[in-house]
């Protein structure tokens, strides 16, 4: 029998000004989001000092006079964020998927955009309302008109019809006032925009060639028939032929009916418009279906799937961002080797329900998976974990044997054990997951505050920031097809609608807790691909953990950082291929 442990202690700041400096943060980043950082610099100034020793023996602040302030500015942020983030026009926007609108109050900037605007118009939200492809006269007429609908000047809706320098063609702009603290107007074009991965869904649906195909998608965004067949170096009479053969097809008797069926197989379709830019994005990742099951307890799982649906399993852990989806390529990729990747989406994140108060967090999770494959009927699976996901991997290969034969980490974080460990972390890493282990009530607003500033930077914009400790991270994240599968693959955790910030707040708060038992349990294989500039898990840290669970294979990949997998995915997948051969 062994000695207890001294029992845990509770830490409060003793200094008044101190206190009331972290205070005074407090209630600045409840009303701007953008002072974070002033917040952070002044918290680890204070708060760092009651760091120290064996995490098993620290002290956890638990100062009464912080977490009452901590309740009032949570209720600040809950109540201005919404309205300085302009969430009821952002709302509108959102609702219009495929005609490029957008908020401006006619001044020299763009106050947001939808997606459809983006790829239509090449606008960005903040972007010079000269961005705009229409002549330099026709955007002063639009700026007019806007200042006078959003200043209630004008009817409530006024109608333009002016000409894009891009097309040539007239575009019809809808100007109506929306409900702001500032006076703004938005404004809805007649400018579609054909969604990636639809030609598919066309194709499928009507029995259409590629040719055909093209043909339906000039006619949906309003080209004549004249542009159509100059873009395709056919004669408009062949083009007309192939009109015709459309129209049998789709059993429809017009163009304008064609248009009204294709419309509408869009709606039914809810793919999302895609694109930061003219040019759309650059990868083409295409669209996934949600796939979703009831418990019993009446709680909803989702899940996405791609690869090859017959292939070998493998589990997919998408990492507290909420990273659903892979590189273009790699999923392109997955299915060539005959690999059937399963990611579900964990609770509280995009449509999955949050478990019920008072869950075990990791064995909650673990079911959760367990739910999922039985569903699917699916056993030996190879697990795929990034980051702390490694707890639930391990767990579920304790708990489901049969469900889980391998595991393959990527980035992956252990239970750490000293002070020390959180402090080699970059600034905005520890910030997080220290205050997890130490400051546990503190930590959901400040999660809170970073999911606010997100919204406020954007989500581009926030992962540089935040990562900045990290060239390797910063140098995978500027390619663009990797910058598109984590923003579109995060809008499980973050959207302008939605945020995840309560899931991921108990992700962190279980991640810090000990959980060393799972590791030291787990019979499974496992290999962890670990990245030399980590800002998380530094190298220093991984090999004394090492030390601790010697039964893990560890490798360490020069030039990567906690974005390992999606800098060195063809590697992974390689890896993958030959523990499937194992099998």
């Not at 062994?2 to 005074?24: L, Y």
């Not at 926030?462 to 598109?484: C, H, I, K, M, Y």
């Not at 995840?500 to 991640?511: D, G, K, N, Q, Y």
Request: proline share 6%; hydrophobic share 45%.
């Amino acid at each position: 029998m062994t000695e207890p442990g001294p029992r845990q202690q509770s830490a409060e700041f003793v200094q008044r000004d101190h206190k009331a400096e972290i205070v005074d943060r407090l209630y600045d980043v409840a009303l701007d989001p953008i002072r974070l950082e002033e917040l952070l610099e002044v918290w680890e100034g204070h708060a760092a000092a009651l760091r120290v020793g064996p995490v098993d023996r620290a002290m956890t602040l638990d100062d009464p006079e912080i977490v009452a302030h901590l309740r009032r500015a949570t209720v600040f942020l809950d109540r201005f964020e919404p309205a300085r983030e302009g969430g009821a026009f952002r709302s509108i926007l959102d609702d219009i998927p495929r005609s490029a609108a957008f908020v401006s109050d006619g001044g020299s900037m763009v106050t947001a955009c939808n997606r459809a605007a983006a790829v239509a118009f090449g606008l960005s939200e903040g972007c010079a309302f000269a961005t705009l492809p229409f002549e330099a006269e026709d955007r002063a007429l639009l700026a007019g008109e806007i200042r006078r609908v959003a200043g209630g000047r004008a009817e409530k809706v006024v109608t333009l019809r002016i000409r894009s320098a891009v097309t040539g063609g007239p575009v019809i702009l809808r100007v109506s006032r929306v409900e702001a603290e500032a006076p703004l107007a938005l404004v809805l074009s007649t400018e579609l925009v054909w969604p990636e991965g639809f030609a598919g869904l066309v194709q499928e649906a009507f029995g259409l060639t590629g040719a055909e195909v093209e043909i339906v998608r000039g006619i949906t965004l309003g080209l004549p028939v004249r542009e159509i067949a100059e873009a395709r170096g056919r004669s408009a009479e062949t083009v007309r032929t192939q009109l015709r053969s459309i129209l049998q097809k789709t059993e429809t008797h017009s163009q304008s009916e064609l248009v009204r069926v294709v419309l509408g197989l869009m709606d039914v379709a809810g793919i999302p418009v895609e694109g930061g830019g003219a040019a759309g994005r650059p990868g083409g990742l295409p669209p996934r279906m949600l796939e979703e099951l009831r418990l019993a307890d009446g709680r909803r799982l989702t899940w996405i799937e791609f690869g090859d649906p017959q292939g070998a399993p493998v589990l997919f852990l998408h990492l507290d961002y909420g990273l659903i989806r892979w590189p273009a390529a790699a999923e392109r990729a997955a299915q060539a080797r005959g690999l059937r990747i399963i990611v579900p989406v964990r609770a509280g994140y995009g449509r999955t329900d949050p478990h019920g108060r008072g869950t075990d967090h990791i064995l909650g999770v673990t079911l959760d998976y367990a739910a999922v494959l039985d569903h699917l009927g699916v056993t030996d699976a190879i697990a795929l974990p990034l980051g702390a996901d490694l707890r639930f991997a391990m767990n579920l290969s304790i708990l489901r044997p049969d469900l889980i034969r391998g595991i393959l980490g990527c980035a992956c974080q252990l239970p750490l054990r000293t002070a020390a460990q959180y402090e080699r972390m970059d600034k905005w890493q520890r910030f997080i997951l220290a205050n997890a282990r130490y400051a546990p009530k503190v930590l959901p607003f400040l999660v809170q505050a970073g999911f606010a500033l997100a919204r406020r930077l954007g989500k581009e914009a926030f992962f540089r920031q935040v990562n900045g400790g990290s060239p390797a991270d910063l140098e995978t994240f500027a390619r663009p097809e990797v910058a598109e599968a984590i923003l579109e693959g995060s809008d499980t955790c973050l959207t302008r609608k939605w945020s995840a910030h309560e899931a991921f707040t108990r992700e962190c708060i279980s991640s810090e807790k000990d959980w060393s038992g799972i590791v030291l349990a787990t019979k499974v294989p496992v290999t962890l691909l670990q990245g030399d500039q980590d800002p998380q898990t530094p190298v220093q840290t991984v090999r004394e953990l090492m030390a601790e669970f010697p039964h893990l294979s560890v490798r360490f990949v020069p030039q990567t950082g906690q974005l390992l997998f999606f800098a060195e995915w063809p590697m992974v997948l390689d890896m993958l291929a030959v523990q499937v051969r194992k099998s």
